[in-house]
């Protein structure tokens, strides 16, 4: 995880700066709304951001008073460095740190922005245990995380049996450019290669961040819907506020936090459909280990392109495509998971 996102991920999706700086103002503005939180409310405020360093910028332009910036990247700490330094920014403060072990220098935080950062921890409850003595009073903690039994993350859940400790991103990249020639869409190979590959991945459910405030004696806010299982367009992120009023007694955590114990994205599906669908992929996946590298990073980017939307090219005209809405998207995707784990399955087989 010290390398992984820096040199295989956002080498991908952040090739253009200024592009980048702009889609995460438009994200932290459209995450803050779903809260109530406006920009006014962040003047004075201190704030704690994990990942890449871009949101820590997007903060520190809406005017906050101090932002703490953490990382186990040393690439990222350097570029925010670098960026600070270049743009005479006095009120960030950049730091590589291990956030399951440390926070660093941040302290008397007002609002911590914990967005696509949870599931990819390996020690969860260590990193709650070191975030909340350092939270001020009536403070705010804002998790984005990835929702078990959403489509994307279902799918995921499976294609990694395939993936994790046998295909590297250089091998994904060249079979989706065997299947792709025609101009290649970051975004979405860093979000493959991110879901593919990177070591930890887990996607939760409402009601465990849900009970974890109760057994924390925290305000939760969250307005995810509490379904099991739903392949229509859910989005494949759900969002949760802790909201402190007080100190936090840490003798709170004398039993394992819910969304701290270790497990798999992965949630009971009710629908034989569903469950028919699942063990032939799962066979389909498990197959791929008879056969070459190659064949099986075919295979598993050919599935992937189920997973999230892709710039479509008319090649013939040379011009982008834009795709209607789906009404009977659901349906639509469970038939041609079919029809694709029935061809691969086929075409190993010659």
Known sequence: ???????????????????????????????????????????????????????????????????????????????????????QIDNIKSEQVDISQSLGSAKH???????????????????????????????????????????????????????IDRLTPAQLLVAYRLLHPYGLDNQFVGDMIDDLLTPQWLAFHPREFIADAEQLKLQCQCSAEPFAIDFSSQDENFRVKWHITDYVDLDCLHQPLATGQAHVAEIFDTSPEIIDLRRQLIDLLKSLHDHADRDAALV??????????????????????HATPNRNLAAWRIEHLRKSVIHFRDWLSQ
């Open 1 to 87: 995880m010290t390398t992984f996102y820096a040199e295989h991920v956002h080498s991908h999706i952040h090739t253009d700066h200024q592009q980048t700086l702009q889609k995460y103002r438009n994200r932290i503005q459209a995450e803050l709304a779903k809260f109530g939180i406006s920009e006014n409310q962040l003047h004075d405020k201190t704030i704690l951001d994990v990942g890449s360093g871009w949101q820590a910028i997007v903060f520190q332009e809406l005017g906050c008073r101090q932002v703490y910036h953490l990382d186990i990247n040393r690439k990222h700490v350097e570029f925010l460095n670098h960026y600070i330094t270049e743009n």
């Open 300 to 321: 598993i980017v050919s599935l992937y392109f189920l997973v999230r939307k892709h710039t479509n090219i008319d090649v013939f005209n040379g011009q982008i495509l």
């Open 109 to 163: 935080i007002d609002l911590a922005f914990i967005a696509g950062v949870y599931h990819h921890l390996q020690n969860r409850e260590d990193f709650i245990k070191n975030l909340l003595p350092n939270m001020t009073a009536n403070s705010d903690i804002l998790f984005r995380v990835y929702r078990s039994g959403t489509w994307s993350r279902w799918l995921v859940s499976a294609l990694r049996i395939a993936t």
